[in-house]
């Protein structure tokens, strides 16, 4: 501890130095500073001081060749991306932010409008929830500092998704409507404007596609209303958003190499092909978000909000047609979940200015309170052999003051103190139809409660307009969520619901630069964990790791030849490994060392034709369940290369896309099942080239 605080230190004085070196008579110069990253739906409003932030604004969205908001998002500066479903609109793929694999969901905190979005299970937020039409901005906040104001999970990071209002805008609507590969068909319908001090905005999409890979039809309707009345000392708002899914899931494709598996590859005989004809899950989810705000006095404004979510799924899956044991294609699972999650999160936002000095602060207190209920039965229908039944409740306080200097110097600093309590408990019917291989005993129950504390230390300086220097230290924690506890639990093992929890601690330091219209970010970053969680697949076991370490770099660069044609690039190096028990120096499955992007986006012809190119890129990484790091079944790294051409005409716009346009046979996701002498590994393709087609208007 004492060695990082030295580090802390050292970036400070050598800022302060550079400073003294670079010192000019100007006075003009020592108060310009760089552009601040606009993030006024967080709870801050400018940021947290001292880490590392990327805005993505809604011409980036709507101009972006890539299909979903995570191809879009596996562009910036270590994000990677891993997928379970064929990447069909994005359902089943998960972001993740500085190397946590297949936790990702659980370790990369995702708001909506700077409210918690997160499920409390392993799917974590799917980002197809949120139709690309209705988001203002993505804000990211690279880090674990995002803990004290949002609370458990934000050990990756935090991206904050700002959804349109209808405030301060004409009446005004906009219709699209696309084709393209696969039988894919969307149509997509926004309406906003302001009418005195009311204001609306509607959103509604509906999407259809066949899939790339066999079994792989999917069905997604979706619809967003924000509502809001300002009144003369403050505003009432109110937004409900709901989701209906129907996927079918096309499952693995196995590797295998050796005298009990046999010899073949299915990956290369045919990728989009399935051994799972049946399976499918059907999902159902409405959001209801609410609350007022009051100006008490000057600089000083109170919101009192809070949320109700819900989220019903059911997932069927069957043997695979491969097998000759069990039976293929008679049932193996049959799952019905009910997710449901309130909250109530009142805070103050204070913004005064005393001299040279600027304080902003912001004090709050949430509570969340989620209830799970899940049937686990052989087929639909039967009687369920487990209903497991999970309560969580959250009470956190927390404050977190910045002060700025001259304006050019911020300090930021905040704790928060959480108090979590469990209750989880399992009904066991073991007269209830069961599958050849039987199933888990009864699960032990928890009744239990703990206190956690998340704190944040932050710096930045601006020097002049051209060069600025951050740093940070930072340290949060990470609850298990419902399914580590009681989700896929290992077979003819009794289940135990008590797990410890994940605790991190970050250090970073890094500059932004300005050299005319080049823009560059980079950091460097160190962070240390204690009982990751995890889940094994082979196992079926959720467990506590031993200490884990990520460390990295990320950079990225945006270049303005012209005010027609703009540059984008990145490229990250990360590193995921245990640092002590029988995997010490190992990496961690399921993340890549290197990743980066290159982008263009030019104005061929002002707005009436545009191009936008963009390239992909990640390295190897060992598969999911190698933490030996075998090596024998590493996933091969790729460069997926999109183009997007466009335009508008008055009223009318059009795009023609094409996604993965060298049609690169590839896949982001494997599980090393390997054993002694027999290569067995199971893999999820990805799309190959895709084209959509679209066009629509607006009034």
Avoid at 389 to 414: E, H, K, M, V
Avoid at 660 to 681: E, H, M, P, R
């Amino acid at each position: 501890m004492g060695m990082n605080i030295k580090w802390l230190g050292a970036v400070a004085t050598g800022a302060l130095l550079v400073q003294t070196a670079l010192a000019q008579d100007n006075s003009a110069d020592k108060r310009v500073t760089l552009p601040t990253i606009d993030v006024s739906s967080s709870r801050l409003g400018e940021g947290i001081a001292g880490t590392s932030t990327t805005v993505i604004t809604a011409e980036d969205i709507q101009r972006a060749p890539e299909s979903t908001l995570q191809d879009l998002l596996s562009r910036e500066a270590g994000i990677q991306t891993t997928s379970l479903y064929g990447g069909v609109n994005g359902t089943g793929t998960t972001v993740d932010m500085r190397g946590f694999g297949v936790t990702a969901p659980s370790n990369v905190l995702v708001l909506v409008d700077g409210r918690r979005f997160n499920d409390s299970d392993l799917t974590g937020f799917d980002f197809s929830l949120i139709p690309r039409n209705s988001i203002e901005r993505i804000e990211i906040t690279r880090g674990n500092s995002g803990a004290v104001l949002y609370g458990d999970g934000a050990v990756g990071g935090v991206i904050n998704i700002v959804t349109k209002s209808g405030v301060g805008a004409k009446p005004n609507a906009r219709v699209e409507a696309g084709f393209g590969s696969y039988q894919t068909r969307e149509a997509k319908l926004s309406a906003s404007g302001s009418f005195g001090p009311f204001s609306t905005a509607v959103f509604a999409n509906t999407f259809n596609t066949d899939g790339y890979r066999d079994n792989n039809k999917t069905r997604q309707n979706q619809a967003v209303g924000d509502f809001r009345y300002r009144l003369n000392e403050g505003s009432v708002f109110f937004n409900i958003a709901a989701d209906r899914l129907d996927q079918h899931l096309p499952g693995p494709l196995t590797i295998a190499n050796g005298p009990f598996v046999g010899n073949f590859n299915q990956f290369s005989a045919n990728p989009r092909g399935t051994n799972y004809p049946l399976d499918n899950l059907k999902r159902n989810n409405i959001a209801v978000r609410g609350g007022v705000t009051r100006d008490l006095w000057s600089g000083a404004e109170l919101t009192v909000d809070g949320s109700l979510r819900r989220k019903e799924t059911t997932f069927a899956t069957f043997n695979p047609t491969n097998a000759t044991f069990p039976v293929p294609n008679t049932p193996s699972a049959y799952n019905e979940t009910t997710l449901q999650a309130v909250s109530f999160t009142p805070r103050l936002n204070m913004d005064r200015s005393f001299g040279d000095v600027r304080a902003k602060a912001i004090a709050g207190v949430d509570v969340y309170r989620t209830t799970y209920k899940a049937n686990r039965a052989l087929f639909q229908g039967a009687a369920p052999n487990h209903i497991y039944d999970f309560n969580q409740t959250t009470i956190a306080l927390y404050a977190q003051p910045t002060f700025t200097w001259r304006d050019n110097t911020d300090l930021s600093f905040g704790w928060r103190i959480q108090r979590n309590a469990f209750d989880a408990r399992d009904t066991f019917d073991a007269t209830a139809p069961a599958g050849p291989f039987g199933v888990n005993p009864q699960g032990l129950p928890l009744n239990t409660s703990e206190t956690q504390n998340a704190w944040h230390l932050g710096v930045e300086h601006r020097f002049n307009s051209q060069f600025a220097v951050f740093a940070r230290m930072a340290q949060s924690f990470r609850v298990p969520n419902i399914d580590e506890r009681v989700g896929a639990t290992p077979v003819l093992t009794v289940t135990n619901f008590n797990l410890r929890t994940q605790t991190s601690r970050d250090y970073e330091g890094g500059v932004r630069l300005r050299f005319g219209r080049l823009d560059v970010q980079s950091s460097i970053y160190d962070m240390y964990l204690t009982d990751e969680l995890h889940f094994s697949p082979i196992t079926f076991a959720n467990t506590n790791l031993d200490p884990t370490r990520r460390y990295g770099v990320e950079n990225s660069a945006t270049f303005r030849v012209n005010d027609s044609l703009r540059l984008k690039g990145s490229a990250s190096y990360t590193r995921a490994v245990f640092r002590s028990g029988p995997f010490a120096g190992s990496d961690i499955p399921e993340v890549a060392r290197w990743s980066g992007s290159a982008g263009a986006s030019w104005d061929v012809y002002r707005k009436y034709l545009t191009l936008d190119v963009g390239a992909r890129i990640t390295g190897k990484r060992y598969a999911d369940g190698d933490e030996a790091n075998g090596g024998a079944n590493m996933i091969p790294g790729y460069a997926v290369f999109d183009v997007r051409l466009g335009g508008e005409i008055d009223r009318f716009f059009w795009s023609v896309t094409v996604q993965n346009l060298f049609d690169k046979s590839y896949y982001d996701y494997a599980l090393d099942q390997s054993f002694t002498g027999n290569q067995l590994v199971q893999v999820y393709p990805l799309p190959g080239r895709q084209i959509m087609v679209r066009a629509g208007a607006t009034f």
